[in-house]
């Protein structure tokens, strides 16, 4: 008897804007497309007209309530909001329940790096995990991103989420760590680089000498800098302009990079401060095509998690502009671990002395970059490997 399709739903906020998440995202359907063809794949996602129009898969929008991520002040939308979590609670099972695995494409997932709400994106986590486990469905957490969370109603949600799924690897040790400090029995979980790191490396594209990219991110800090977010924000912005407007003294051309449309803003903000047309602004839509800007360039100093990972993943030299701890583990597992500066601190000064630091070591760096990619090119056929053992060792289920 011919067995029905294997069928898989990919879940997250995916199609948003972040090209990170979408590049995780490419990066599992490129593992399915090959290793599992005749999988049948849908996604119950942030953006589904972006995830069906680029990806050709069917998609489904994760909350029922189109503005659940915006603050609700009105009586009408408060109440709006709170029925959406009980309709998302039916949608969520139900769109479960027709598949025989569900994968979470990498993402930061399980952490509170950036202001989170528990009741957005780790409620509708704890929904898949739960509703996973209730119908018999496997979850699995490929390659996710955790850290140490205080507010006590999203680590909670966050343990029982990653307790409830079926299969659980991260992208760092530093995220493993989080997990078994917050309660998550690690002892079977295994640690990959990125997925992105997966991705294909496009052709080296014509180079632009003297170019610098410099990746910006619309920062306001953590869960816990609320308070101080404003301040935060400013000090990045000041300082991330400063030094750009330095570098452009010195005659170099600036590209700057986005990593979410939210991004935007900052950009416009550094052109408009700095007023020169060597400072032009990127309008690369993928982390492919942020992979060939950096491969462009000589340089990169870039704050987005996943900026750095394009820089990183096509040789280029690289600075962070930390805001996380995996930011740092990053750029320590690439061979670049004394050339991290912090984003909540951006010291124009200290930055232009790292940087002239990082353009001299320059030949250096771009060998230990090529043996790190390789390193983790094979570790990622590993994971890959096991994730097919994990989540693929039996026939589908009867969905009837």
């Given amino acids: 008897m011919k067995q029905p399709p294997l069928r898989v739903g990919v879940f997250g906020l995916l199609g948003s804007g972040n090209l990170g998440n979408d590049g995780s995202l490419e990066a599992v359907l490129g593992y399915l497309r090959a290793e599992h063809p005749e999988a049948v794949v849908d996604a119950l996602c942030g953006g589904p007209e972006v995830v069906a129009a680029r990806y050709r898969i069917p998609a489904t929008r994760l909350h ?28 969520t099972a139900a769109w479960v329940r027709r598949h025989d695995v569900v994968i979470v494409p990498g993402m930061g997932v399980l952490e509170a790096t950036l202001p989170l709400r528990p009741w957005g994106f780790p409620y509708a986590l704890f929904l898949l995990c739960a509703s996973g486990r209730l119908v018999g469905t496997r979850v699995a957490l490929v390659g996710v991103g955790a850290a140490a969370i205080a507010d006590r109603p999203t680590r909670a949600l966050v343990r029982w989420s990653a307790r ?42 014509d180079p632009s000498p003297g170019r610098v990219c410099v990746g910006v991110m619309d920062f306001h800090g953590g869960n816990d800098d609320r308070a101080r977010a404003r301040e935060i924000h400013r000090r990045y912005v000041d300082g991330t302009t400063c030094f750009v407007r330095t570098l452009v003294e010195d005659g170099r051309q600036v590209r700057l990079l986005i990593g979410d ?37 000589d340089s990169v100093v870039a704050t987005r998690y996943h900026n750095l990972i394009c820089a990183l ?30 984003a909540r601190e ?34 990622l056929g590993h994971q890959f490997t096991a994730l097919t053992a994990a989540l693929f060792p039996n026939l589908p289920k009867d969905h009837s």
């Fill in 261 to 297: 449309g939210a991004d935007a803003a900052v950009v416009t903000a550094i052109i408009e401060a700095v007023g020169s047309p060597l400072v032009t602004a990127s309008d690369a839509a993928s982390l492919a095509e942020l992979m060939e800007e950096t491969a462009a360039a």
């Fill in 164 to 205: 409830l799924a079926a299969y659980r690897s991260y992208r760092d040790t530093l995220s493993r760590d989080a997990m078994w400090a917050m309660g998550v029995d690690t002892a079977r979980d295994e640690v990959y680089p990125d997925l992105a790191f997966a991705l294909p490396t496009p052709a080296a594209p």
């Fill in 346 to 379: 951006v010291d124009a000064d200290r930055l232009l002395e790292q940087f002239r630091e990082l353009e001299k070591r320059s030949a250096e760096l771009r060998l230990t970059l090529a043996e790190r990619n390789l390193a983790a090119g094979r570790r």
């Fill in 64 to 91: 029922w309530y189109r503005g659940e991520y915006r603050t609700a002040s009105r009586v009408g939308a408060i109440a709006a909001k709170g029925l959406g979590k009980l309709v998302d609670a039916v949608r």
């Fill in 313 to 342: 993943k096509v040789g280029t030299p690289t600075l962070a502009l930390s805001y996380a701890a995996k930011s740092d583990a990053l750029m320590e597992r690439m061979g670049l671990g004394a050339y991290c500066h912090p």
